[in-house]
């Protein structure tokens, strides 16, 4: 996901995502359908169909990343609850805003957390500019 700085009318800044979730996906939708529908509204940067880690089946929804927040916004009007494969999609912003975790979190202790609900394969905390450090 890319936040942008952007800038309301009262002139204060702030962030303006690049990504759309889109939801409601048929089993059979992948990366290259995503990749058409949204392409015809402006460039895409990357989609991707969530899977399952161990049977690779669809989780049902999906990520598509525009480089503008024009093509982002363009694209939720126009597309959200568009029939993708006969099934209507629900398309919102994502935002993933890091600055919300409490800044004494780090990789560790958010492993550590949320091992004992099961095995964790990957676990990274991003700064407020969306980079990860430390690893």
């Known amino acids: ?14 962030l303006v995502s690049t990504s759309l979730y889109v939801g ?9 359908h995503l990749f058409d529908l949204f392409g ?25 990343n525009h480089g503008n927040p024009q093509y982002t916004a363009r694209a939720l009007d126009v597309l959200n609850f568009t029939p993708l494969n006969g099934k209507p999609t629900r398309i919102k912003y994502s935002h993933c805003d890091p600055s919300n975790l409490d800044k004494r979190v780090d990789h560790k202790s958010l492993h550590d957390t949320f091992s004992a609900f099961g095995n964790i394969l990957s676990c990274k905390v991003a700064d407020a500019s969306g980079s990860y450090s430390g690893l």
């Not at 880690?53 to 049902?60: A, C, F, G, V, Y």
């Open 24 to 32: 409601g996906l048929e089993s059979n939708v992948t990366d290259l």
């Open 1 to 14: 996901m890319k936040l942008m700085k952007g800038t309301s009318n009262g002139g204060e800044n702030q």
């Open 40 to 64: 015809q509204l402006g460039p895409v940067v990357s989609v991707q169909v969530c899977r399952d880690l161990s049977t690779r089946r669809s989780l049902s929804y999906g990520c598509v």
